[in-house]
């Protein structure tokens, strides 16, 4: 399996602030990885140091093997990694419609277009023309991921993607990340709801303080363990 | 009476149209108040100048954009863009610093004494408009706002690009991260921003006579405008260069000692009823 997305000894600052410290991963094609940690250990500061957001000072990311000189936000999508971001960031001036064909800025063509996105998320059809901030969170959240996917991307970057969403929205989503994954769609699934990660991801990383401080195989017993001690 | 004057503002509504939307439109990408927009815009004009007198006026109307297109590339790549972190205020004071240098450059190039740019001959003629005596070239020139309005709106509308604009006016990053290489983007939105500028320029020479202070009233009127219509937003400063154009036209005959302060009582008044202008803050 060729490895999507590579994280080498990274670290990475807000201005002077040390956030990622020689943090590294790694995410093979068609992998299901989950990436969990409590508030501010620096999960979404990886996300945001692939993007160019943080700054990588030290260390290295590679996607599809080569490495980033100098990361950008735009940079990821056009190389087949999409993100759906923490807190969604669906564009308020553009229609549900608008914010999907955004998705395809990078340009990648393949399996997913605006009928099929419509067909895994019918709710969006109904409300395509409405502006995207006007829908519900659940909905908000299904729009961000139907974006993600317009890109057609290789791997998924899911930044706590049930963040304040109701159970069984919860459980609609899980179903619909395992559908997206069972494409042959790799995800990195960041999260706190570990009965979410051990319904979708194979692999996990365990985060503290910028740095990954466990890893392995995801089962019940591994999670119930991490509950206890990674995330609550 | 009243009808030549809502004719005359309609005129000059149509050119702050051209120019508030590169006004608009710059604010939009890049978040730079523009207080060169006017210098360009005059010099636009005297580009306009020297290229119809050398060919013809519909050679420098579509010549004159396009210099002044290159000229905004340059300019959103070594001004705006290293000073987008800046604080505004840098901004603002670079912006006025190439004011300054555009108002000696027009100076030194064309001199002091006022210039004319004769109409072009098809349009050089008098028409006669619902009863009243119109010079043919000030139609065209409401016909030329409506053109642009109409394409600027078509193309944030209906196009690829024009959707990433919009996206990347509220929301750059989240549109960045979307494959929008936003930085190319803002530098070709600045671009057509500045030859917006130029074109007005080109417009307002055959009708208003060139001169190195023609851009004070101008720039302030368009300023109105953008801040009327809601900063950033091209559709309400559409509508508030209408309003404008007529305020101005109408007031200068029913309150002509008012007339100077017409445009703010107009802002003002705008802004009391709604804080964020006509349309908020949006592309
Ligand atoms: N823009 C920023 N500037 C400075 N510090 C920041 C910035 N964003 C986050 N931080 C700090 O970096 C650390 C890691 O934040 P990060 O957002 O990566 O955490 P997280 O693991 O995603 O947390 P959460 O689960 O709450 O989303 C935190 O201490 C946070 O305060
Ligand atoms: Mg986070």
């Not at chain 1, 000894?9 to 990885?33: K, P, Q, T, W």
């Not at chain 1, 969604?88 to 549900?96: E, Q």
């Not at chain 1, 998705?103 to 996105?117: C, D, E, N, S």
Request: aromatic share 8%; proline share 4%; hydrophobic share 50%.
């Amino acid at each position: 399996m060729s490895t999507l997305l590579k994280f080498e000894r990274v670290n990475a600052f807000y201005g002077a602030a040390h956030i990622l410290h020689d943090m590294s991963l790694e995410i093979a094609a068609g992998e299901r990885v989950a990436l969990i940690g409590r508030n501010g250990v620096g999960k979404t500061t990886c996300v945001n140091t692939l993007l160019g957001v943080a700054s990588l000072r030290g260390g290295s990311i590679a996607i599809g093997g080569s490495g980033l000189k100098k990361p950008r936000p735009y940079v990821a999508a056009g190389l087949g990694v999409a993100v759906v971001p923490q807190g969604r960031g669906i564009v308020a001036n553009l229609s549900v419609e608008e914010n999907l064909i955004l998705g395809t800025a990078a340009g990648r063509k393949g399996h997913w277009t605006v009928p099929r996105i419509y067909e895994l998320f019918p709710i969006l059809r109904e409300r395509a023309h409405t502006p995207g901030t006007a829908l519900s969170g659940g909905q908000q959240q299904m729009l961000a991921i139907g974006r993600a996917l317009m890109s057609n991307p290789a791997l998924v970057i899911l930044d706590e993607p049930t963040e304040g969403l109701a159970p069984v929205i919860v459980d609609q989503l899980a179903t619909i990340f395992n559908q997206v994954a069972d494409l042959g769609t790799a995800l990195l699934l960041i999260e706190q709801n570990l009965s979410l990660v051990e319904r979708v991801a194979h692999r996990y990383y365990a985060m503290a303080k910028g740095a990954v401080i466990g890893q392995g195989p995801v089962n019940a017993a591994v999670m119930h363990e991490l509950k206890e001690h990674v995330v609550a | 009476m009243l009808s030549i004057n809502i004719f005359n503002g309609l005129v000059y509504g149509a050119l702050l149209v051209v120019m508030s939307s590169g006004l608009a439109l710059i604010y939009g990408l890049r978040r730079v108040v523009n207080f060169a927009h006017g210098s360009l815009y005059m010099l636009g004009a005297y580009l306009g100048y020297t290229v119809a007198s050398h060919t013809n006026f519909w050679v420098a109307q579509v010549a004159v954009p396009l210099l002044m297109g290159l000229l905004g590339l340059a300019l959103d790549r070594f001004a705006f863009r290293p000073l987008q972190d800046r604080d505004p205020l840098t901004v603002i004071l670079v912006t006025f610093g190439l004011l300054l240098v555009l108002e000696d450059l027009v100076q030194t190039v064309w001199g002091k004494s006022n210039l004319s740019v004769p109409a072009p001959d098809l349009l050089s003629a008098s028409v006669d408009l619902f009863g009243m005596s119109v010079p043919a070239y000030r139609i065209a020139v409401i016909f030329f706002g409506l053109v642009v309005a109409g394409a600027l709106t078509l193309w944030l509308r209906y196009s690829k690009m024009g959707l990433f604009v919009r996206a990347a006016s509220t929301e750059p990053t989240i549109t960045s991260m979307q494959g929008v290489n936003v930085d190319r983007l803002s530098g070709l939105v600045v671009a057509v921003g500045t030859a917006l500028a130029g074109l007005a320029g080109i417009i307002a020479a055959p009708f208003l006579s060139l001169s190195p202070s023609m851009s004070s009233d101008v720039i302030i009127d368009s300023f109105v405008v953008v801040v009327t219509g809601g900063l950033g937003s091209l559709s309400g400063a559409f509508a508030a260069a209408l309003l404008l154009g007529q305020v101005q036209a109408v007031g200068a005959v029913y309150l002509p000692e008012f007339a100077t302060v017409l445009p703010y009582v107009l802002m003002m008044a705008v802004l009391l009823w709604r804080p964020a202008g006509f349309a908020g803050n949006r592309v």
